[in-house]
């Protein structure tokens, strides 16, 4: 399977957060979701895969190319939305689209403004007089605008009400799915991701937790809730992001198989409950373990 | 269009609803020094065209600091130093285009009325060092800084500019101690071409040399 992004060891430093030797691979073709809470890391993966800004070591490659050698080359095949949306306030939506669009070299004018009229934006309308989500709308079109081969999106759901998530997700899921192109979607809102990715990175404290299918990861990881009276230390390092109520514990694991054998073990006749997981549950729980650390 | 061009286009369209600002501002001005009984001072004009010029570089990096279009510039298949190129692309052709304009005048109204050529040379000389040292100052720090900054350094410019022709005065200048207007009749009365091409040669350089410390501040600016 080719790969349209493959970072490696990445190390970039600031005072306060630095990322750490973050390395994993996104595939042609496919929606990856890019998860994480606040300020796990995420935005500034972006900012060192589109070459905003410098990192200390380690190497990134969009389409096979280094990231920083042939920063124009691949920003011409990539459709880019940040987390919040510039442009110049007093100018239209048309304009903007045409300003911004015509620095690609494939900028396709009349698919531009189809796209405009897709998304509902009245290109007269002055940028000032745009919602956020018709902002988002706009900077999606300008993005499209150049039939990208990989779209890079930073949080662009965020502050958003769940109507006009929704129907930007939607119009991205069938967009990718017309123009064949790949995504990579940063979100701490994990529900969005649980919509549309075929495959999820979790980054947390500037390192990469896991990188997989996202149906690998919810058939492989459970979450187990069992009696107080089965408590202990071997047990208890089995799982991940351990709560600890009145009447039991939960936590998570990938290897659920194991816990169980070792449950049994410790614990004969235990009473416990085996569930599956949602990416929230995941983010919440890895959260909860980085923290304890 | 190229890049740079696009780029310095956008500087004047963004700009296009603050022309009638401009107008208005310009006439205000010229109505206050007609009433104060400055309609014939030799200064009025090129102090309008400075006001116009300031504005004209101010609004660009304010629009592009205020909207954080740097940042979404950045993102596109751009490289740093044609944001640069373009900025003084476009701040070049207004000066040219003021410089043509307050010319023209100067050519039209009797002697007097509207200053020299030799004072449209020095002015001009004028608006290049100002952008010349607005401009990296601004790449560099952004728009915020750069102003108060600029506004100490132009501040200490005009004293010492007008310092110069006092303290000339009080040397061998003529008998009503105005040196920098015996400059100005030494350049009127010189070789015309002879000046104008060394006007625009010194310009040119320092123009391009300030351009050239731009793009090496602008490729080390964090913008994120």
């Known amino acids: 399977m080719s790969m349209v992004i493959s970072i490696n060891g990445l190390c970039k430093k600031y005072e306060k957060f630095s990322l750490k030797d973050v390395s994993f691979q996104a595939p042609k073709g496919y929606i990856m979701g890019f998860i994480g809470r606040n300020g796990a890391g995420k935005s500034t993966v972006i900012k060192c895969l589109m070459d905003m800004i410098p990192f200390e070591s380690g190497k990134i490659e969009l389409f096979g190319l280094d990231s920083r050698s042939f920063a124009n080359e691949n920003k011409k095949r990539i459709g880019y939305v940040g987390e919040d949306q510039y442009f110049y306030e007093s100018m239209t939506a048309g304009w903007s689209l045409e300003f911004f669009g015509r620095f690609f070299s494939d900028w396709d004018n009349d698919y531009g403004y189809s796209l405009l009229k897709r998304f509902d934006i009245d290109p007269s309308k002055k940028v000032s007089e745009l919602s956020k989500g018709m902002k988002v709308k706009l900077a999606l079109a300008i993005a499209l605008g150049h039939r990208p081969e990989l779209l890079i999106l930073d949080e662009p759901t965020s502050g958003l009400d769940p109507v006009i998530r929704n129907e930007i997700l939607e119009l991205l899921a069938e967009t990718v799915q017309d123009e064949n192109c790949s995504v990579f979607f940063s979100s701490h809102i994990t529900t969005d991701i649980e919509k549309i990715a075929d495959y999820v990175t979790v980054i947390d404290d500037g390192r990469i937790i896991l990188s997989d299918e996202k149906d690998s990861i919810i058939s492989k990881w459970k979450m187990f809730k069992v009696e107080n009276s089965c408590r202990g230390e071997e047990l208890l390092g089995r799982l991940i992001g351990v709560k600890k109520g009145e009447f039991g514990f939960s936590g998570i694991t990938d290897k659920p198989d194991s816990f169980i054998k070792e449950l049994n073990r410790r614990c004969p006749g235990a009473r416990y409950k085996m569930e599956n997981i949602t990416l929230d549950d995941l983010l919440v729980r890895i959260a909860k373990e980085s923290d304890t650390i | ?204 350089l320092l123009y391009i040399i300030s351009m050239k410390i731009s793009v090496i501040f602008f490729r080390k600016r964090t913008l994120f």
């Open chain 2, 1 to 204: 269009m190229n890049d740079v061009m696009r780029i310095a286009v956008k500087d004047f369209q963004i700009q296009v609803k603050s022309i009638k600002n401009y107008v208005i501002t310009t006439l205000f001005f010229v109505l206050l020094f007609t009433v104060g009984g400055l309609g014939r001072n030799t200064m009025l004009l090129p102090i309008l065209a400075l006001f116009v010029l300031y504005r004209f570089i101010n609004y660009s990096m304010y629009e592009d600091e205020k909207n954080n279009t740097l940042r979404l510039l950045a993102s596109l298949p751009l490289k740093r130093d044609t944001i640069v190129f373009a900025r003084y692309l476009s701040t070049g052709v207004l000066i040219v285009v003021l410089s043509i304009l307050l010319g023209s005048i100067s050519a039209l109204l009797p002697s007097g009325e509207a200053g020299s050529t030799a004072l449209v040379l020095c002015i001009f000389f004028v608006y290049v060092i100002m952008i010349s040292i607005y401009m990296p100052i601004g790449f560099k720090l952004g728009y915020i800084k750069a102003v108060n900054i600029n506004r100490f350094i132009f501040l200490g410019l005009f004293v010492l500019l007008g310092a110069v022709p006092v303290l000339l005065g009080k040397g061998e200048g003529p008998q009503d101690g105005n040196a920098l207007a015996s400059v100005i009749t030494m350049l009127d009365n010189a070789d015309h071409v002879l000046i104008v091409a060394g006007f625009a040669l010194v310009t040119l």
